[in-house]
């Protein structure tokens, strides 16, 4: 056994957007252990149920996480609606497929992107970026928003997308379908690129289980699973194959979420087709009594949402477990074993986002 | 998606994991929820896509056994009970002791004593 060193890694650290410390345990260049810590910006969000009633906590749920919005807000409302017996629209269901999967893809391109800054890919890092921006301009004319969406509400939508405004994406999704075709080349194809991932963090599929792992970092070891499949919103009408790989390491994750992208697309492009004509919206009476919890397909992964209410106009309790917290434990095994220069990207492997974590 | 709720006392909870897990699932999630008499421990586990959650109710004076030698990730959302709600979890793979949030009010979802 060579000798062992300690070095701090985070919570500020140019490959992460967000706070987060792992104590690296090294020997020479090999990590042999690591403790994650996290909480360094944790809110309390959760606790707002005492002061927010349950339609405002929409918002509050909205603004867990700036990338997986419209998702927090969308589990919450499922959530409440299961309790409160509402039956959204067939429109509801429809325009919250479209919206999450916008969301999904610009999530995904994203985290493309920050991959290819952290292995120094600078190009690819702005072409990911570049193509995003169509996805949020599209999301800011459906909603008039990039970030925070605030079209969600307890028993449907707040506004109604114009079907012609809908069959312009259609359009711009072809455009945009284009443009990944040549990134997603790149990253799957190039000998650098491949370089950095291939055999990196290789979890099988007993380990992602054990780990209680979800979403493309699932899915990247042959687990075929995909909370989509639940069949909430639109989903149960759409067709749609779940996306696996089975070698588990980090090119596998890559793949997985490039290839998500492109079916989002093709799912947006089912339902905008599907789209029935109706109300986007049916009457809250009362307040809801009762629990229940709702686990939906985040692009980071199953997210849960559990509400508990007691018939009063607050909340008894609202608890959001994020994917990127439930993928902690197996980023830390991940690590074990590994170079001290492939920690940036193993890290960046579980596409962790420290706002939801820290909600 | 089949989901199922089993009710169960405090003392039993390593059992009930223990077989929980013999029959196959996963650990989805642990949450714990203030109620009238005291804390509502609410395990959620998964088989493909079906649910079964355990609970079970406590006064939250004595420590929680820790069921992460059974489901390893356990410890993570133990140590986030302990920092939030201020209930003792008693061996864990992984103690934080109080240090896995940062949070400026000691165990702010603790109940508040009337």
């Not at chain 2, 909870?13 to 009238?36: F, M, P, W």
Request: proline share 4%; aromatic share 10%.
């Amino acid at each position: 056994m060579g000798v062992r060193s300690v070095v701090p890694f985070g919570p500020q650290h140019p490959v992460l957007p967000e706070p987060v410390h792992l104590d690296l345990v090294l020997e020479d260049e090999k990590v042999v252990d690591a403790i994650p810590s996290i909480g360094f910006i944790h809110r309390g969000l959760e606790k707002l149920v005492d002061k927010k009633d349950f339609q405002e906590m929409v918002y509050v749920a909205e603004r867990i996480c700036g990338i997986c919005s419209f998702g927090h807000g969308f589990g919450y409302c499922d959530a409440v609606e299961h309790i409160m017996n509402i039956e959204t629209s067939e429109r509801t269901q429809y325009l919250r497929t479209i919206l999450f999967e916008l969301s999904r893809m610009h999530s995904h391109i994203l985290w493309l992107g920050l991959l290819a800054d952290a292995f120094g890919f600078e190009s690819l890092f702005m072409d990911s970026w570049r193509v995003r921006e169509k996805i949020l301009d599209m999301l800011e004319c459906a909603t008039g928003g990039r970030v925070i969406f605030s079209i969600l509400k307890v028993g449907g939508l707040r506004r109604d997308i114009p079907n012609d405004m809908l069959k312009s994406f259609l359009k711009t999704l072809e455009d945009v379908e284009k443009d990944l075709e040549v990134i997603i080349r790149t990253f799957l194809n190039d000998y650098a690129v491949k370089s950095r991932l291939c055999g990196v963090g290789v979890l099988s599929s007993e380990e992602v289980e054990e780990l209680g792992c979800c979403g493309p970092f699932l899915r990247a070891s042959g687990v075929r699973r995909d909370s989509r499949k639940l069949g909430y919103a639109a989903y149960d009408d759409i067709d749609f194959e779940i996306i696996t790989h089975t070698d588990g390491d980090t090119y596998a994750r890559t793949y997985v979420r490039a290839m998500e992208i492109l079916q989002s697309a093709k799912i947006i492009r089912q339902a905008i087709e599907m789209l029935p004509d109706g109300p986007i919206e049916m009457p809250v009476k009362g307040f809801p009594d009762g629990e229940y919890m709702t686990r939906i397909e985040q692009p980071r992964g199953e997210a849960c949402y559990y509400i508990k209410a007691n018939g009063k106009k607050f909340l008894q309790r609202m608890r959001v477990r994020t994917p990127t917290f439930a993928n902690i434990p197996a980023l830390t095994r991940t690590l074990r074993g590994c170079e001290l220069a492939d920690v940036p990207i193993l890290i960046l492997a579980i596409d962790p986002c420290i706002s939801c974590t820290e909600r | 998606m089949e989901r199922e709720l089993r009710e169960i006392e405090e003392d039993t909870l390593l059992n009930e994991t223990q077989k929980v897990h013999s029959e196959g699932y996963r650990l989805i999630q642990i949450c714990a929820t203030t109620v009238d008499s005291g804390y509502e421990i609410l395990y959620t586990f998964g088989k493909g896509y079906d649910e079964l959650s355990i609970r079970f109710l406590t006064k939250g004076e004595k420590p929680v056994q820790s069921i992460s030698r059974i489901f390893p990730p356990a410890w993570l959302y133990e140590n986030e009970i302990h920092d939030l709600f201020g209930i003792e979890v008693e061996n864990m793979t992984l103690d934080f002791r109080g240090g896995l949030y940062r949070t400026s009010v000691k165990a702010p979802f603790a109940r508040k004593e009337a």
